[in-house]
């Protein structure tokens, strides 16, 4: 490859790669808001960017869809260098920023053709794919409502749509379910998942709830004070958390010493007492403590209500990376009051 065409065209070394992110770097004056972070999504991928309120999100995506200046390291969108060919880049991308950026008093459908006009969408195509996207998010029937007259979950279902009036590949969307009910956010997940196998898309999204980041993202990156600091799969990385697998169990009665008894089980930490003959109980190995708790109430004649075995959460990894739990309120509200100086960890 020629050094004129490094980073022109669609094949810098990154086939196969819909985004790839090497070493990239926001200072906004002295403060690095983004510290140089690489990583790469697959063409087809569901990609999560997971981190505190401040951690960089998106500030990441805003260098990856050209919206503000990179300080350095590179970033290639579909192959294209953002910074050589924005424009290249800009068409194989749909971006859902943060921020609502509808014009609330035009309708959906006005807000969906104005996007595809600004892309120079031919217009029978622009009618056809108006089309198609407002089935596809369900919309169809509000399409001439203006925006403002739509609930929140609507909204954000109208911008996805817009987001993909021109065909893009490549689907950037920030926190596109905060503040949704919990209905609501299912029926978005669902949409996304509906056209990116429609679309053949590559989707990276940020997201604060981790139960939908744990069942809807092939992998997941966290990313805290500006750093990667952790990158895999759910699965990876739920495995990757030093073992604390919970065995809730609810018990008909408890006999004197249960607590004790439960204590002693296979792989058990420790046991909480949860009132109502409910134990909670932290194990390294839930099957061997599951097996080991029936054969034990089975010898005894205490019956067992209910039981439950549950994996490592993709909270307890958040928590294992960065010390912080990830409760939407509680960390908006650090974020506001003390949001992160240079050299200052929160
Ligand atoms: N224009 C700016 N000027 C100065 N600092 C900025 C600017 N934009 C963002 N920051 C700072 O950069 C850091 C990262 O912000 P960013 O918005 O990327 O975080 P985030 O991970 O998206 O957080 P949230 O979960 O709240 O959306 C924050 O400390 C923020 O205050
Ligand atoms: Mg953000």
Redesign the pocket.
């Known amino acids: 490859m020629s050094l004129m065409s490094r980073g022109k065209g669609p094949h810098s070394g990154h086939e196969g790669q819909a985004i790839a992110v090497e070493n990239i770097v926001k200072k906004?004056?002295d403060?690095e808001?983004?510290k140089g972070v690489t990583f790469d999504v697959k063409e087809g991928e569901i990609f999560g960017l997971l981190?505190?309120?401040?951690?960089?999100?998106?500030?990441?995506i805003r260098m990856m869809t050209t919206l503000i200046p990179i300080t350095s390291g590179k970033a290639f969108i579909a192959g294209y260098d953002v910074s050589e060919n924005a424009d290249a880049a800009r068409r194989t991308m749909g971006v859902i920023p943060?921020a609502m950026t509808s014009d609330i008093d035009l309708t959906i459908e006005e807000n969906m053709s104005i996007y595809a006009k600004l892309y120079g969408v031919p217009k029978a195509e622009r009618e056809r794919n108006i089309n198609e996207l407002l089935e596809a998010v369900d919309l169809t029937k509000w399409r001439d409502a203006q925006v403002k007259t739509l609930s929140g979950g609507m909204r954000r279902r109208a911008e996805i749509a817009r987001g993909l009036v021109h065909n893009p590949r490549i689907f950037f969307l920030?926190?596109p379910t905060t503040g949704l009910d919990p209905v609501s956010r299912v029926a978005v997940w669902e949409m996304l998942n509906t056209l990116k196998s429609r679309r053949q898309l590559t989707i990276l999204i940020?997201t604060?709830y981790m139960d939908e980041a744990d069942r809807l993202c092939d992998r997941i990156a966290i990313?805290d004070h500006?750093n990667l600091v952790a990158l895999d799969t759910p699965m990876a990385l739920k495995m990757s958390v030093p073992g604390n697998n919970v065995v809730e169990a609810q018990f008909v009665h408890a006999p004197e010493g249960w607590v004790e008894k439960l204590k002693a089980l296979p792989g058990v930490e420790s046991v909480q007492d949860q009132g109502g003959h409910m134990f909670r109980l932290l194990t390294s190995t839930g099957s061997q403590t599951t097996t080991g708790l029936v054969e034990l109430a089975v010898q005894d004649g205490v019956e067992i209500k209910t039981l439950m075995v549950q994996n490592t959460s993709l909270d307890d990894v958040f928590v294992h990376y960065t010390g912080r739990q990830l409760r939407d309120e509680q960390v908006?509200a650090l974020?506001y009051v003390m949001?992160?100086r240079p050299g200052m960890q929160p």
């Open positions: 906004y004056g403060f808001a983004v981190g505190p309120n401040g951690a960089g999100k998106s500030t990441l943060q920030d926190e940020t604060h990313v500006g908006k974020g949001p992160p």
